[in-house]
């Protein structure tokens, strides 16, 4: 077997299939997380609101990339700390939902941060969003990625 049929086939013999890389439940969170962003912030300006906050020099407006961004960032930080915990002996799910909480809680102290009333209206509701889809897709993951099973 040459380098270049080991690496394409994972080492598996001639004519059978390559294994494939499933999808797994905690990519699908990824993927829901990083559109429910921006589809909450969509939504929240073809409503009329202006998305914008405070800072030191005056206000400017978040911009839709800001908000894929920080949820893509939420949403891989938050598979691998559910990863970690996964490894402890009971899963550390009451130990993720207490992250979870805690971390969506502190988050929320940026959106108080907001121009107007809308914005924060709108900033909240991204955050709460994004975060639920987090805590609560990620909850039922385990340890090879899947979904944990079903108690009778």
């Known amino acids: 077997m040459d380098a270049t049929e ?4 994972g080492g598996a013999a001639p004519g059978s299939t390559a294994r494939r890389p499933r999808w797994t439940r905690t990519r699908t969170v990824v993927v829901a997380a990083v559109i429910t962003g921006p589809l909450v912030y969509l939504v929240g300006t073809l409503l009329g609101v202006d998305p ?6 005056g206000t400017f407006e978040v911009p839709i990339s800001f908000v894929i961004g920080a ?3 939420a949403a891989l930080g ?3 700390v559910r990863a970690l915990l996964l490894r402890t002996r009971s899963g550390g799910r009451a130990a993720w939902y207490l992250l979870c909480a805690a971390v969506l809680l ?6 108080l941060g907001a121009a107007n009333p809308g914005a924060v209206a709108l900033l909240t509701l991204e955050h709460l969003a994004v975060g639920g889809v987090i805590m609560f897709g ?4 385990t340890a090879g990625g899947g979904r944990a099973a079903r108690r009778p």
């Open 6 to 9: 080991s690496s394409t086939t």
């Open 52 to 57: 914008q906050v405070r800072s030191g020099t």
């Open 71 to 73: 949820s893509l960032t």
């Open 78 to 80: 938050g598979w691998g």
């Open 106 to 111: 502190v988050s929320l102290a940026g959106p």
């Open 138 to 141: 990620l909850a039922g993951a």
